[in-house]
């Protein structure tokens, strides 16, 4: 069994160490942030992820997870080193390695014998050459293989991706490290899971050019609900027949207030910049990212038009802070900005989360929050649902109208029954249902 030091503790690291854990190596998962660390180790865990508690809890209780604030030891005890830091997106639109960076010259400070080097977080086409260089220019003589293997969890359904992911990527040019990862990989491997072994390069482009695509599909089906509710056509319908088709598959065909979360908007940004940068427009991206800016604004315009043009005064209430259900990331979601439109227009916020609002709280704490969707939208002018909790696809529609001073609801993802809301008297809008 090999001992493993995952350095960034995040929800790539917690959950790929407390994975890698679970196929029976010693882990230590390394972070600079002590308060997070202290916190794992007095047993709370710092992000929702479900399924993540027991199977941190129950390795730890194994002797095989452990936690650390610092990282130079951790780097010298281990045979295999993951980065799984953030790689936020800078001003330029382009991805800010400096976490990256830094580990990287602290892998290179500390290295003392063979060991593997690989990258978990999503970095642009070149960043592997470019740590495999910090590391030799703090250590000329180090003696150590590069691997990316790029992530491709979902938050929310992080840990069951990551014991049934689609395929396994691993770039590298060197034999010992490929045979290295297949051994680490093989509990996944027994289960049949492909692994793409290739280059670093072209380890790093699979990444980003999945997300991307993703990305695409999202803003091409928003667009398309924009149109269904021009002429009149219901997108719903639209989406079903078009993932019939296998060529097509009916994933990311549902419409919404775009996308958002911790890897879309800023790896489409990225790989755009990436673009420009080698004179090699990626204009599909551009336009996708554009699109999803105008569709989070677009649903701040549907409420101000179902309110007569002017929200200014009015109570509106928000159901859902998280950019998707059954996780706590706030980052880059459609609240983010869909929320600062709607006060920017004179309206007052309450808000209701089930699990984000402590997260939403930090960036925006001047809101009115609430434990529960039911006071959420006492005496609210109109309500706004962001994200498809299960508790507001059952909402009852009677018992929200009462509540509500006027029945003004825009459901951004779909989730209302529209005959429900026409037989109650509701005003509503959704996106791209408009013909039923
Ligand atoms: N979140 C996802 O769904 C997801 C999925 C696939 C890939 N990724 C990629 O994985 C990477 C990590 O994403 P995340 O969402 O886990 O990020 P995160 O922000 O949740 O976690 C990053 C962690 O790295 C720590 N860190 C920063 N600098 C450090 C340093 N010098 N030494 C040690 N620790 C340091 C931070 O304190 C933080 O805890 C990103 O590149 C992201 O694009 C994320």
Redo the contacts with the bound molecule.
Sequence with gaps: MKKITI???????LVAGAGIAEFGHYVTC????QN?IDQINRGKIPIYEPGLKSLVSENIHKGRLTFSSE?DPCVESADIIFI????PQDRNGESDLS?VK??AETIGVHLNGYKLICT????PIGTGKMIESIIRSKNPNADFDYVSNP?????GA?VKDFFHPDRIVVGTSSKKATSIMRDLYRPLYINKTPMVVTTVETAEMIKYASNAFLALKISYINEIANLCDAVGTDVHEVAKAMGQDGRISPKFLHPGPGFGG??FPK?TKALAATGREKDSPMRTIEAAIQTNTNQKLKMVDKLIQLMNGDITGKTIAILGLAFKPRTDDVRDAASMVIIPELVANGATINAYDPIAMPNFKRHHPELNYFDNWQDAVNEADGTIILTEWNEFRGIDLFDLKSRMASPVVVDTKNILSIQQLQSLGFSFDNVGRNAV
């Design positions: 350095i960034g503790t995040g929800y790539v690291g390394a972070d600079i942030d997070k990282v799984t830091v953030g790689t976490a830094a580990v978990k977080s999503t970095v992530e491709f969890l979902r938050e992080a911790s890897c790896d």
